[in-house]
């Protein structure tokens, strides 16, 4: 992972109404903030903090939201909602912590933090389950994978939640970042020249894990690296001048794609039949192929729905009405976590996966 951090900001509208919510998706390695116009229907501007956090999650969240506040000219009084959805830790300290007073805000605005399911799935799995358009199957891929099955019968939830290195946030990789502004987000050959894209074709600041899944495809299918996932003829294989995937980089991506692909099989089995599936996560931006190529999860045969970041999505539906809080806290005390008796099995399965 790329070691400074990085803040990204972008501003979707020029005009706005006067009355927002500001919405938190708080990640292992990332923070992002949705401003969003609760009148108008619509995203106002968006910022994305990306690296280690340091010092006092509060004030980390009371500094994002008071400079974005200034950079897109948004005053206080404007703000109406305030939602968080974060780690089972995180989430149970912010609700303890923080009022509108630590945030510099009016003292009625709302706040909201998304329930969380169990000691091991957190709030952001909760919001993502709210995007489920029916019964179905879906999962977020980020410092964990996270797995969910909604019942359409009963709306009962059974989920699951297996720990990865990173490969698949940008924590993992040593050029890694998240796909903003000026991240590698795509890697082909044409001609025999490597070719690669980079969000909002501005100056590259590191390697998204969309083009870390897709190089990786690229370099098995072309024999730079074998299918026990050692490259053959090099240290680095280069993306540009300045940004390059290591052996370690590699080899991370192997086992997270090998503990997805192992917890798919295992949770796929434990639920049965479903009827849509929805995935979420980095890769998804741009490689949804190119992570069924390597093994990370597998082709379904039922309609399958991607995106970047479900949570986002999940938090603006609270903000915007609060039945759909009230699902979410009805999903999350129905849920049952079924990690524990997957776990055995899992480590055993990750093994015979791990080859590309």
Known sequence: MINKPLIFREKYR??????????????????????????LSRRFARTVLFGERKGDIVQGIADLLGSSM???????????????????ALSV?????????????????EIFVMPIISAAIGGRFTASLLTLPHSGLAADFGGRLCMGAVSGTDKKVKCASFPLMGAFDGSAAESGVICERGAIDEVRRDKGILC????????????????????AELMIAEGIADKDGIMLDRDNFYI???????????????????????????????????????LSGEPFVRSAEAMISIGAVPRFDCKTGFCRNSS?????????????????EMLAESAEDITERLLEKHEELYLEKLSF
């Open 240 to 278: 540009g001048e300045d940004f390059y995937i290591t052996q370690r980089d590699l080899r991370a991506l192997q086992t997270d794609k090998a503990r997805c692909a192992a917890a798919f099989e295992l949770f796929t089995r434990e639920i049965g039949d479903f009827s849509a599936v929805f």
């Open 70 to 88: 200034q950079e897109y000219g948004i005053g206080a009084g404007a703000v109406k909602k305030v939602g968080f959805a974060a780690s089972v």
């Open 312 to 328: 986002e999505q999940g938090l603006i539906m609270c903000a915007e009405n609060s039945r759909e809080l009230e699902r979410a």
């Open 196 to 215: 690669y894209g980079v969000v909002s074709d501005a100056q590259s600041v590191g390697i998204a894990p969309s083009a870390l899944v897709q190089a």
């Open 14 to 39: 020029s005009e706005r109404s006067n009355s927002l919510a500001a919405v938190f998706d708080i990640a292992d390695n990332s923070m992002s903030l949705v401003f969003y116009d609760l009148s």
């Open 93 to 109: 300290y912010i609700e303890e912590a923080i009022s509108p007073l630590e945030l510099h805000l009016s003292p009625e605005t």
